[in-house]
Each structure stands twice: as structure tokens, then as C-alpha cells.
Nanobody
Framework: EVQLVESGGGLVQAGGSLRLSCAAS????????IGWFRQAPGKEREGVSC????????YYADSVKGRFTISSDNAKNTVYLHMNSLKPEDAAVYYC??????????????????WGQGTQVTVSS
């Protein structure tokens, strides 16, 4: 059974950092594209970052570029989202997702086949 489990969310002051983890079971990241999304109350789910397993290319939304970094630990089958210089507008539920097509990644939710349950990030001003 394919499963993604996020962790690492919490409450942080503006300017602080968090590291989110996305642990996968039932498959390995090697053949998948992985994306991080977030959804704030009353807003649509938006893509934050993704990477393609085929060549390790990473992508970032303009709103997080220079502050967030996506990385992976294949030995642990875990993908991380390192978030620095957090802003109140970064507060949301963060989700990781996996696409069986590892050749490219997308910020479209329909691109992804599997989703985690989400982890809450709260940023106080």
C-alpha cells in the first residue's frame, strides 16, 4: 500500500525555520516526481516545490524561492522541505504528493497520484 506521511509542522515565529518531512512507504522515490503543496483556509491548494526523480531537478514557486529547499534521502525514502525566513503568509496545511510519472513535475494537483494527510504550519507575526 502506497502511503505518504508528513511531519514537522508546528508554530514558529516570523523569520524562523521549520523542516517538513514526507516519509514514503509502499514505493521508492526513485521513479516518482514529488511535490509539496500548501492550502490556507479559504484558499486553493497551491504548489510550493517539486522535484523530478529522473534527473533531480528542483522547482520552486516564486513566493518561496530563495527561502525553501526541497531535498531527499533515498536511504530513508523521505523527502524534506526546508523552510527558512518564514512569513505569516506561509501559514497553511502542507501536503506532499507523489506522481508515478517521475519524468517531470507539476503544480497541478491532478498530476499527482498519492497524497499525504498534511501537516499544519503556523507562523506568528
Amino acid at each position: 500500500e502506497v502511503q505518504l506521511v508528513e511531519s514537522g509542522g508546528g508554530l514558529v515565529q516570523a523569520g524562523g525555520s521549520l523542516r517538513l518531512s514526507c516519509a514514503a512507504s509502499g514505493f521508492t522515490f526513485d521513479d516518482y516526481a514529488i511535490g509539496w503543496f500548501r492550502q490556507a483556509p479559504g484558499k486553493e491548494r497551491e504548489g510550493v516545490s517539486c522535484f523530478t526523480s529522473s534527473d533531480g531537478t528542483t522547482y520552486y514557486a516564486d513566493s518561496v524561492k530563495g527561502r525553501f529547499t526541497i531535498s531527499s534521502d533515498n536511504a530513508k525514502n523521505t523527502v524534506y522541505l526546508h523552510m527558512n525566513s518564514l512569513k505569516p503568509e506561509d501559514a497553511a496545511v502542507y501536503y506532499c504528493a507523489a506522481s508515478e510519472d517521475g519524468s517531470s513535475c507539476s503544480y497541478h494537483v491532478l498530476w499527482y497520484d498519492y497524497w499525504g494527510q498534511g501537516t499544519q504550519v503556523t507562523v506568528s507575526s
